[in-house]
């Protein structure tokens, strides 16, 4: 064991460590808990989450989102990987066609915002994102992505049934054309509209399957909404068929607890299955409103009566109705589409929500739901929200939960609805800004508090064993190694795990 005073050169490569050590992990806190907490409060007094406008900061989220996901899409169209995928890996198969089509409708509302008021943002969405909205376009329209439903339906997978695929391809195409004046898919777009118009009028109760023998509401509903915004771009007319539409979600289709549509039905008997859930009603009310008025007022109504939770500390939506008797009710944490329920709160059915409430003229629901999201998604200054992020599939979705947020929060109030004023800020929003704030100062003051312990073991000439500096070197090029190879930010980690082992020695 060699000591500071017999290889000064040696301390000096320690004491190095130490320093720079310290200033990463202040730097990174600052970054990580200090610098979202001023985000945080600057968006959290948007006026445009009390009076139901699209607030400024999604132009912020949009911008980054769009740089990043323009080449994430073109290179996995080019790749062909989503004809490896199995249909049994849901997240892999629909939900790279899913968050492209929630960026496009995003997109779609921001530039119908900008045009409303140019001065949120120096330049129009469809002007800056107009190779993401290309690329979107591409991903949702390619083949290749469509793999999993070929194996379901057959090579006339866009011929019948199919219904959650063809209403993804109908909207995507219709935000495109839309935004971009472009008509390279009308021809497909046009004969998907009328294709999926015609079969679900055709339909014995107005229903059809996603997958066989699998029939999800859910999707049927913002499939007529499809049908009826793609009448914008191609001069037709549904109105009609959109008003008979609505048998899909009467009678034997709804659960009879909550007088709202089961998340399941049998397409050949029109009956529906279960009860309904959190997620399938907040997506619905979405689109309800545009298509029938007055049935999505009732919904909305029972919706409040039986999803709408408001606990200590916490607002949210439940992905089960109150009093229900399933044993998961209320502890549920491994469902692919609804996410984890938590005390009976649904994380998808609470971010779908949002764009509910807004939709409806509930901004005293609304407000405090995005509060909850906007702390919730751990923003960072690059743009990135880091826990949409994290939840995404980082290997073939990683911007669903980004999109899904976006897109959410992009929901504004019809032009019928009377919007109510808002409510206060949860108790769990201010606990998240404290808990980012104090878990930055800790790391802060802790690197502080290391240096000065560092300088009081130097001038007691503190023993540097062969094994530390040996562990310090290796630590030391594996960190340079990681940032240069895979990510800075890997490789800051890394550099900073040296700490651990410095204070481990510092007895």
Known sequence: MGILT??????????????INAGLVVILSLYLFVAPVAILIHDLNDPALSNGNVPSFAFRWHRKLSKEFEPWARERVASGQATELSTQNISGTEWPVFSSVFYLWSTESLQEAWQADPTLSPTMPKEYARGAIEAAAALVSDPSHAAWVKEHWGEDYLEHENLFYRMLLISGLTSYQKLLGDDSYQQLLSDQVESLADELDRSPYGLLDDYPGQCYPIDILPAIAAIRRADEVLGTDHSEFALRAVRAFEGARLDKKTGLPAYIADSETGIGYGPARGVGISFMLIWSPELWPQTANQWYINYDKYYWQQGRGAVGVREFPRDSSLPYAEWFLLDVDAGPVMAGYGTAASAFGIGAARVNGRLDQAYPLSAEALVASWP????TLLIPRLLSNISDAPYVGETILLFTLTRTPIADRVVTSQSGIPFAVYFGIVLYLAVGMVFVGTSLVSI????????????IPNRLFLILSIVCLLGLACAILIHPLLGLLVLISAQFFLRGNQQ
Do not use: M, N, S
């Open 452 to 463: 000065h312990h560092w300088q009081k073991h130097i001038k007691t000439k503190f023993p």
């Open 380 to 383: 960072l200054p690059d743009g």
């Open 6 to 19: 017999e290889k000064p050169w040696r301390g000096d490569f320690i004491a190095a460590c130490v320093y």
